[in-house]
Nanobody, 116 residues
């Protein structure tokens, strides 16, 4: 079965950095685009970044452009989100997502808190 497991979240001060990981299993990872989403308390889940199967193309939400970088290692079945210059408004639960045959699969999420 499809499994996505996120890790790397935590508490960081404004201006700090974190690197999130999402390790996948149960499908051919190298053939699927992967995405990171986030959901802040009381808000809707929003798309943060997407990467194509070979990693040749990426897309970002305007709010994170220039600060976040999505990447992947197909040999490790893992997608990453490098987050720099973090702001309090980046505080959220971060999820990775894959769509297979029109079905969306999500990980359990990892909490990122940006606070002094």
């Amino acid at each position: 079965q499809v499994q996505l497991v996120e890790s790397g979240g935590g508490l960081v001060q404004p201006g700090g950095s974190l690197r999130l990981s999402c390790t996948a299993s149960g499908f051919t990872f190298s053939s699927k685009s992967m995405s990171w989403y986030r959901q802040a308390e009381g808000k809707e889940r929003e798309l943060v970044a997407t990467i194509t199967p070979a990693g040749g193309s990426t897309k970002y939400a305007d709010s994170v452009k220039g600060r976040f970088t999505i990447s992947r290692d197909n040999a490790k079945n893992t997608v990453y989100l490098e987050m720099n210059s973090l702001k309090p408004e980046d505080t959220a639960v971060y999820y990775c997502k894959v769509v297979i045959y029109a079905i969306a699969y999500w990980g359990q999420g990892t909490q990122v808190t940006v606070s002094s």
